[in-house]
């Protein structure tokens, strides 16, 4: 498959664009500027602008996005309901169905009072997820939703997935887990919420 990666030059993109490499697949690599090019299958644009996805969606199969902010802060996790619009428009005028985002665990019912806290305690994360959500499961595509712990940047590819749920426990997981689930997940059905952690204690 030929996929396209939004957020490619971020932690979790970076692994991404080495599972799909590894399991043969093609990619291109979207950035922001072009001080942040990844290799010469790289385009630079705004991954929030549906015009520009437009433009560069034709002869890709897929779409997978790793945008998130760099603090929970509200104006830096307004990439995520601005995306989820932006892909929600772009990829049924392209005619590309297929997409995969990564989204927050604490979206899950909470299993503890440490998660329902911190759910509380991040509330843009939150509502962001939400809203990118939304949008997606709303639009003529066929998607699916990666709702994540906590990231780390190890090497580890155990992790847990749950279909609809979050793993008990929960736990947090490396950034390779989770690349490898996204591009594992890149011929599975669609219309699937997973939630993935770390292995059990």
Known sequence: MRVLVLGANGRLGR???????EAGHDATAV???????????????DPCDPAFLASVLPGHDAVISTLGPRLPTRGASAVYPRSGAALARALPAAG??????????LLFP??????GLLA??????VSGCRELEAHLTGADVDWTIVRTDFLTDGDELDCRVG??????GGGAVSRAAVARVLVEHLDAPGGQRLGVCGPAA
Not at 15 to 21: D, E, I, N, S, Y
């Open 15 to 21: 692994r991404v664009l080495a599972a799909l490499h």
């Open 120 to 125: 509380r305690a991040l509330p843009a994360i």
């Open 31 to 45: 950035v922001r500027g072009a001080d942040r090019v990844v290799d010469d299958d790289t385009v630079v644009g």
């Open 96 to 105: 590309v169905r297929r997409v995969l985002v990564t989204s927050s665990g």
């Open 110 to 115: 909470p299993q503890t009072w440490w998660s």
């Open 163 to 168: 279909t609809g749920v979050f793993p008990r």
